[in-house]
């Protein structure tokens, strides 16, 4: 099914962004207050006004600077909000308390803007293995590739939850819970259909939207706090303290030790982590057998185990672990 994604504002990010989805199966709706800018892109039909263009869209992206010029996209005449209802919006602009309050009072989605750095990806040997040591993408770059596959619908898993959160939870009482890297929300939903307060964090705005808007569907989002954050950020902090954390699928080695501190005593951390084949295959995106374990081995081992892919579009294995922090 093709969807089509309105994109209102053509600069650099917006323009970035409207054509790499036309490189996927989208069809672009394209609106910028200057109409040659968004016909050079020669993305899709470029609209007469912003209204025009979220009309017939299925998802609307928003990348336009300055409150005033975002006030007057939404709320101006044949502004966005005249043909947005219930449609997804996504705000890609930097926070804006008071313009934030206006656009969730009138029923729209508001994601809070959190500034994404441009780090360098790397896997930690080039010696070992210089094939793979090649420019690796920014966490720009990357944001942008989640945002596509979670807009394409990929990744969501039926949203079903990894193996051993499931087990984890059995017979424990709802608390709070921090989900890292969330994704689209699957464990997140989990979580909440099942009592949990859940603090839910990704870099992928898309994909904390689709969340959101599950949540919403399920009846479960008052439940879920989203938030847009660059988890490999240095100034990135977990606040305050948890019953269980979450880390499915996804490695950045200095998170454990926040993860470690962000957890109440006898609170739970759970993980799923892919780990490689072979030592050449190392990477900061997988694990070395038997590292995830030995990270936690001073705490309670609930649960522990190395196996083949868990998931049916998993190529690499996954190390599994529950560990429980002394009280
Ligand atoms: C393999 S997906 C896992 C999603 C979810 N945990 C699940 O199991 O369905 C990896 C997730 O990590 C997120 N991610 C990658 N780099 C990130 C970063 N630096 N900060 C926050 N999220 C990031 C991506 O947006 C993506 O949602």
Redesign the pocket.
Known sequence: MTRVVAVLGTGKMGGGIARRLKTGAFQISIWDRTRSKAEALDVGRVAGSPADAVRNSDLVISMLTGPEAVREVYFGPAGAFEAAGGKTVVEMRPKDRHLDGDLARRGQVALSNAR??G?RHRCPSPARSPRRWRRLPT?KE??M???E??LRSD???GYV??PPLPQAIEGIAPGRAL?????????AIFLAERGWKVHA????RV?VQRMLDVAHKRGVSSRILGE??????PR?RIEGEHDLV?????L?RPLFAEIRRALRPSGLFVA?IHIHAAPDEGCRFLLDPGELRALFLDWEIVHSRECDAA?PDHRHGTAELIARKPP
């Open positions: 994404m750095i780090s966490m990357s944001r590739d989640w945002d596959r979670f990744e969501l898993h939850p990894s989900d890292l890297a969330c994704g689209a929300g699957r464990h964090i990704d870099g992928s994909g847009v954050a660059d988890i490999e950020s990135f979450c880390d499915f699928y996804f950045h799923a998931e």
